[in-house]
């Protein structure tokens, strides 16, 4: 699948971090069938909030029950 195809249309999923640490390694842990550097790199676009607030830095920590809001691109 090209990067092209991926950014076509977005899917918003939310999730709440069961366990505490870096945001890349949370997201990996909610979104199995993606790989951590896809994540990262989603991370970067601006399309991941934590509680409501926007995190483009993939290790940033995330406490246990945070409210993650992730505009996947399909």
Known sequence: ???KSR???I???QFRSKSSGRLDQILTLC???ESR?????VIKAGLVTVNGEVIKK?????LQDSELLVE???
């Open 72 to 74: 996947l691109p399909e």
């Open 1 to 3: 699948m090209n990067s």
């Open 58 to 62: 993939p290790s940033e920590k995330v």
């Open 37 to 41: 550097t896809y994540l990262a790199s």
């Open 11 to 13: 899917v918003p999923m």
């Open 7 to 9: 950014l076509s249309k």
């Open 31 to 33: 979104l199995p069938s």
